[in-house]
């Protein structure tokens, strides 16, 4: 590639409207992509981040930030760290799901699980905050979380203590684009009970199964709202279980579906609740609202399907959304980020920030 060979190339402007204002260093770079594969290389699937939020804590610590472990359950904890009095927060999560991939890199990405979903957004916005410190700015934080690949419980947590901050840069892979809306999800347990019986003689049992497929049949039929921005709502069953063997009439059957809101759901908790009466029974898991965000000039915006930790933590002022990164090759197994993209991200949390600080 062309340009100065003490400085790692940024990537062609037709992929990333924000640009570095400097173009981090090789050994800048060489540091940030280390710190990549250190978090990755330590297997933080959901409820077992204890280990990569020491990590984190300590890596902030050795640097002269301010860094807190907010341990909410044995072995699971948030990081806090702070420079003065936080008005703009950078956040994202540290957990991943299943399976654990070690790290490894070529010249282009960093591979392996969580190096795009989201640890490799943690590390950018920790030399975010690092640049910002070093050019003597102060009032931001950084808040990375337990549990968003589950329930954002590590979230809810931090929620139950903010600390006065008037903005939220939360960060997932969004392919360096500010999100303008973003879908919520509804997750649906649908059981069904029947009778067993031989099934030499199926007239005297009762099909759980049967019953469960007649109740997603009618589901499935069901009409979803449409939003002009996010598009439809979604429904995928996930997961199908039910029976004893194949000379048993089953007496049980379960689903599990997700669907992807782009509105409130009441009405259509209403509407899954009829449709799978009378041959199942719906028990609603969990509800994440659809989200409208404020973006930021000079960045180019998009909107997405997948959900954050962003509605639970409403008590750490107005968010935003913005992560390098492609979600389509997050939670698979060749998951990857590009290490261009990194780099232009720190300068692009360090741009926010200052934006955002006035």
């Not at 400097?22 to 290389?41: C, E, I, K, Y």
């Not at 943690?122 to 905050?129: G, K, T």
Request: with cysteine; net charge neutral; proline share 8%.
């Amino acid at each position: 590639m062309g340009g100065e060979p003490d400085r790692f190339p940024l990537p062609r402007p037709c992929c990333y409207t924000q640009r570095l204002a400097h173009p981090m260093s090789t050994t800048d770079a060489a540091a940030l992509f280390a710190l990549v594969r250190q978090m990755v290389d330590l297997e933080s699937v959901t409820g077992q981040e204890g280990a990569v939020a020491e990590f984190t804590a300590g890596y902030l610590r050795q640097r002269g930030i301010a860094a807190e472990l907010w341990a909410f359950e044995p072995g699971r904890a948030n990081v806090f760290a702070a420079v003065g009095q936080p008005r703009v927060v950078l956040s994202t999560h540290l957990d991943t799901v299943p399976p654990f991939i070690p790290s490894r890199e070529d010249g282009e990405f960093i591979y392996g699980r969580g190096s795009c979903d989201a640890k490799g957004i943690a590390a950018a916005q920790i030399f975010a905050a690092l640049e910002l410190q070093g050019q003597g700015l102060s009032d931001f934080g950084l808040l990375f979380m337990a549990g968003e690949e589950k329930n954002s419980a590590g979230a809810k947590k931090a929620n139950e203590r903010p600390v006065g901050s008037r903005f939220l840069i939360n960060g997932e892979p969004t392919s360096s684009q500010m999100v303008s809306a973003g879908k919520g999800a509804l997750r649906v347990d649908l059981t069904a009970q029947g009778r067993a019986a031989h099934s030499a003689y199926p007239q005297l049992g009762d099909s759980a199964i049967l019953k469960l497929l007649a109740a997603l049949a009618r589901l499935q039929a069901l009409p979803l709202p449409a939003d002009p921005r996010l598009g439809p709502t979604t429904c995928n069953i996930g997961t199908l279980a039910g029976g004893r063997a194949p000379n048993v009439v089953p007496d049980f059957a379960r689903a599990e579906l997700l669907y992807r809101l782009v509105a409130p759901a009441a009405d259509l908790r209403r509407s899954i609740t009829a449709a799978a009466a009378p041959d199942a029974q719906a028990e609603f898991v969990l509800e994440i609202p659809p989200v409208f965000l404020r973006t930021l000039p000079g960045f180019a915006t998009t909107t997405v399907a997948f959900t954050t930790d962003i509605p639970a933590l409403g008590a750490w002022g107005e968010a935003m959304l913005f992560g390098p990164g492609d979600i389509a090759v997050a939670h698979t197994p060749n998951e990857r980020i590009a290490k261009a993209e990194l780099a232009a991200a720190v300068g692009a949390y360090a741009g926010m920030v200052r934006s955002l600080l006035g």
